[in-house]
């Protein structure tokens, strides 16, 4: 049979693939929030439920210390390469809830595009990936490729149990390379392969002052406000140029070389656009740097959250007992998590006034992430977009993070592939989230012809 055949179930069989994907987005599987745990783990159940139905040998609920991951396979390909299919059935809160033009939970068409939390981020993108399977199991009962499948519950929240499921299942979770679908295209027309990733790291500051809660009028005056001194902590941060003020903070940031500048400048990415997507008027930032520059290939310090105080209705005299700022970093190659932490550490203990106290909770960190571009994965990434879409993909860096590709290079050794099905203004994370319904089905078609390629460049 010809890869044609795969493409013709697909094609045959497109309103029941967004039904089904429907049917999964209801499931309010929010992995940060404790009162979502038996919906996430009823996702989990679903895709166990659903993988089997499409045909994989094995497919099963595994335990970790959080939430579940799914695993399935399919190993028919007697000497065909081993592909793991990767991608995350949890997603991120809502808030805030009345910016939604519909619940985030009930999906909805609308100018051909589906809204829906996760419609892109990553349920859309992850479900692609198992309907491009189950049109080349149905349609020639069998794959080109030997196909592992693991699905992450808690990738929105730092994959905190991941590693340890990692090195608890090397073995099971051997294979040759891994097919990621978790980012933007540039555009409907110009797809692209993300070779880079940046890393990432997480903070909360905590900034206590008196021992309980103070009326402002009996002690204002005489307590150092542990929100004005947050203020003061977050602001010292940066430098006016923008940069991050952190001592050492740059030290082992590698820099581009010509040919990667070259790359990211045939992006195109223009002012004008910025201000559309951010609704900001004028960039702010490290100096010297594009803007696809500092998002993409520079590291970042942002301030998430500050918190503290009376924030209700009305005011409140009050100086709160406390107050603290929640801090994530995005870091680029070379630099080491646990390095960027203790220089950040430090640094705080320099500019904190001594009157008052600080505790910094770490959360866990990642590298950043590199993607060789000359191996047999991205060879294949290439000549399934142009099957598709008539064109070349660019080669892009992004300026999110992953988690899980970084591990699966370090703990596996697993060299990965970003095959990006969404757009830059699906709107992850944020209210409203969408995906173009045309580039789910276009999505699943890349995955049928990029297995296919795999198996022939093996």
């Known amino acids: 049979m010809t890869n044609g055949d795969a493409l013709a179930y697909a094609e045959q069989n497109r309103e029941r693939f967004l039904d089904e994907l429907k049917e999964l987005l209801t499931i309010p599987s929010i992995s940060t929030q404790a009162d979502h745990k038996d919906e996430v783990r009823r996702a989990a159940d679903w895709l166990a439920a659903h993988m089997k139905g499409i045909g994989l040998e094995r497919a099963q609920v595994m335990d970790t210390e959080g939430h579940p991951i799914v695993y399935g396979e399919w190993l028919g390909a007697e000497g065909g390469p081993t592909v793991l299919v990767y991608g995350h059935y949890d997603v991120q809160p809502v808030d805030p809830l009345d910016e939604w033009e519909s619940p985030p939970f009930e999906p909805d068409e609308r100018g051909g ?91 909360q500051l905590d900034v206590r002052g008196p021992a309980h809660d103070l009326h402002s009028g009996s002690y204002g005056g005489t307590i150092h406000n542990p929100a004005q001194a947050v203020a003061e902590i977050v602001a010292a941060l940066h430098k ?104 950040i550490l430090e640094y705080v203990k320099q500019i904190t006034p001594d009157t008052v106290e600080v505790t910094i909770d770490v959360r866990d960190g990642s590298p950043a992430v590199i993607v060789e571009r000359d191996a047999p994965q991205t060879e294949a990434a290439i000549r399934a977009y142009k099957a598709v879409y008539g064109v070349e993909p660019a080669f892009v860096r992004e300026g999110g993070s992953i988690p899980a590709v970084a591990m699966f290079q370090q703990i596996l050794g697993i060299p990965s592939i970003l095959v990006d099905l969404g757009l830059p203004d699906d709107g992850y994370h944020r209210p409203n989230e969408r995906f173009k319904i045309d580039l789910f089905y276009k999505g699943i078609q890349t995955l049928i012809h990029y297995h296919r390629a795999l198996a022939e460049l093996a």
């Not at 693991?150 to 929240?157: A, I, Q, R």
């Not at 820099?255 to 960039?283: F, I, N």
């Not at 700022?325 to 080491?336: E, M, S, Y």
């Open 240 to 343: 006016p140029d923008g940069s991050v003020a952190v001592p050492g903070f740059y030290d082992k940031v590698r820099a581009l070389d010509d040919e990667e500048k070259a790359d990211l400048a045939k992006l195109g990415y223009t002012l004008e656009e910025w201000q559309r997507e951010t609704g900001a008027s004028k960039p702010w930032g490290e100096a010297g740097y594009t803007l696809t520059e500092r998002i993409t290939a520079r590291p970042t310090l942002e301030i998430n959250g500050i918190f503290g105080g009376y924030m209700g209705e009305g005011m409140k005299t009050v100086i709160p007992a406390k107050a603290g700022a929640k801090i994530t970093c995005r870091l680029v190659p070379d630099q080491d998590p646990d390095e960027i932490i203790q220089l």
């Open 113 to 203: 595009f589906l809204y829906a939390r996760g419609a892109s981020d990553d349920k859309g993108q992850m479900f692609a990936q198992l309907k491009a399977i189950e049109s080349l199991l149905a349609a020639e009962g069998k794959l080109p490729v030997n196909v592992k499948v693991m699905l992450e519950g808690e990738e929105e929240s730092g994959s905190p149990s991941l590693l340890a499921y990692l090195q608890a299942h090397e073995d099971l979770l051997a294979a040759d390379s891994v097919v990621v679908c978790d980012g933007a295209m540039l555009s409907e027309t110009q797809p692209s392969v993300t070779y880079g990733l940046r890393g990432i790291l997480g903070l």
